[in-house]
């Protein structure tokens, strides 16, 4: 759409790997980066998916996921390993 410009939304310009909903499934929350050009998330498990929309904008959640199930068990091990 040529003359829309998107706001930017510090959870998806931000450097630091954050979390992302892949799906409402168990271990399917990842942690990632945002890549604006592709729309997608390059997840520390290896994961590269279409991030679902939260109801509070943008496509990162807040903060940690607050359900240790939903969390990508790969994606756990990455981030305590660095």
């Given at each position: 759409?040529?003359?829309?410009?998107?706001?930017?939304?510090?959870?998806?310009?931000d450097p630091r790997p954050l979390w992302f909903l892949r799906s409402l499934a168990d271990a399917d929350t990842h942690r990632g980066s945002y890549s604006k050009v592709t729309r997608s998330v390059h997840s520390d498990c290896g994961v590269e998916f279409v991030p679902r929309a939260l109801p509070l904008g943008g496509p990162a959640l807040p903060g940690r996921p607050l359900d240790p199930a939903q969390v990508c068990p790969q994606c756990y091990r990455a981030r305590n390993a660095r």
């Open positions: 759409m040529a003359g829309v410009t998107a706001m930017a939304n510090p959870r998806t310009t």
